[in-house]
């Protein structure tokens, strides 16, 4: 199980003036506002308060780079399709994305969290585009697998692949942080993109 001594902070970047200056390899997380991207990143940096877990989704407006051990850098980029953001702070969301994906040497890949309860939505399908058009490695992440009846579990990861319309090369995990599951394959799969 991989353990981090460090992880931390750096920056909540509004804009590419204040991106970090450092040459770690970044991983991006996205996903819409409530899908459970801060527990994500508390659960597999074994950490409890490292991501701020808010009630209110859609708390996320910059961009938050994220320390590991000073070898790798989680990128945790705002929340989408959450109804109370303006049209302005929507375009502004835009352009950061635009900017980044397009100027930000370090970025290795992507995760694209959804959540296993329920189809993914038109913004996920463009965020799964996003990734493939600037041709970075993306893998989805299943959250919230506590909440889907054992049952029901394959249909709905079945699901997820087919409305993301998903190649062989795109892995579909399964991932729960309340049962602290899913952990493991995920980093498998990380570390060598990291290390790309």
């Known amino acids: 199980m991989i353990t981090f001594q460090k992880a931390e902070l750096v920056i909540s ?3 590419k003036k204040s991106w970090p200056d450092t040459d770690l390899p970044e991983v991006v997380l996205a996903g819409r506002s409530n899908v459970g991207k801060s527990s994500f990143i508390n659960t597999m940096c074994g950490r409890k308060k490292l991501a701020y877990v808010g009630n209110s989704p859609g708390k996320t407006r ?33 352009q950061m994305m635009e900017d980044y994906f397009s100027q930000r040497k ?14 993914p939505t038109e913004d ?8 493939r058009y600037y041709e ?5 992440v299943a959250t919230k697998m506590d909440k ?24 579909l995990f399964p991932f729960s942080s309340e049962r602290k599951e ?10 060598p993109i990291f290390e790309s």
């Open 148 to 171: 889907v009846k054992p049952s029901q579990k394959h249909k709905q990861l079945k699901e997820i692949r087919r409305v993301l319309d998903m190649r062989e090369d795109e892995p």
């Open 13 to 15: 970047a509004p804009d």
């Open 182 to 191: 899913g952990m493991e394959p995920i980093w498998d799969y990380l570390i």
């Open 136 to 140: 970075i490695p993306i893998c989805v």
């Open 62 to 94: 910059l961009l938050n780079f994220f320390n590991l051990d000073d070898k790798y850098m989680f990128v945790d980029v705002p929340g989408y399709g959450y109804a109370k953001i303006s049209k302005t702070q929507l375009l502004k969301f835009g």
């Open 124 to 131: 996920d399908i463009t965020m799964m585009e996003f990734a």
């Open 106 to 119: 370090q970025k290795k890949g992507m995760v694209l969290l959804v959540d296993a309860r329920h189809k």
